[in-house]
């Protein structure tokens, strides 16, 4: 790998078949590609507690790394990264983590790949709101409720 800008995109062939050997010359193809993708975040509910993060980014070479971290900046513990190498040889990896609702305001999710010293992080801010939403029971009996007021109304108006 070449550590110039002109080059930071691109690499040299690992196989034979990359280069062409035609009337005594050797023709050398460097393979270069296009950017890297932004790391995009994805959130799910886990259960009533913890969010599951799922962080996806495409179009790296070599193999990148990803990391999470909180709001501190500090690396958080995540599950095991997912690579896979592309026809193209180019790598997309992605990254989950549960993280706790009400512990988090802010987490990146950094992919990164030291040898041609290239990173793209995200970030996603997360806010807990420690008001219950209603839950089906509450929303039943008020419904009842208001049923009944208004069964109550009509018949003490028209009966």
């Known amino acids: 790998m070449h550590s110039s800008p002109l080059f930071e995109n691109c690499r040299m062939p690992r196989q034979k078949n990359d280069m062409l050997i ?4 050797t023709l050398l193809f460097i393979f270069c590609r296009g950017s ?3 790391p995009v975040i994805d959130v799910a509910p886990k259960n009533s507690e913890e969010l599951l ?8 070479y070599p193999e990148p790394e990803v990391l999470w971290l909180d709001g501190e900046g500090n690396v958080l513990s995540a599950g095991r990264t997912e690579t896979v190498r592309g026809p193209d ?3 997309t990896v992605s990254s989950r983590v549960t993280v ?3 512990h988090g305001h802010r987490f990146t999710c ?3 790949q030291n040898n041609i ?7 996603i801010y ?4 420690t008001t219950d939403s209603p839950n089906a029971t509450s929303l039943i009996f008020r419904a009842l409720a208001f049923g009944s007021v208004c069964i109550v109304i009509f018949v003490w108006k028209w009966g």
């Open 36 to 38: 890297v993708s932004d």
């Open 100 to 102: 706790d609702k009400r």
């Open 22 to 25: 035609k009337f005594g010359l």
């Open 53 to 60: 993060l799922q962080c996806k980014s495409e179009g790296w």
């Open 89 to 91: 040889d180019l790598y």
């Open 110 to 112: 950094r992919v990164q």
């Open 117 to 123: 010293n290239q990173s793209r992080e995200t970030h």
């Open 126 to 129: 997360i806010y807990y709101s």
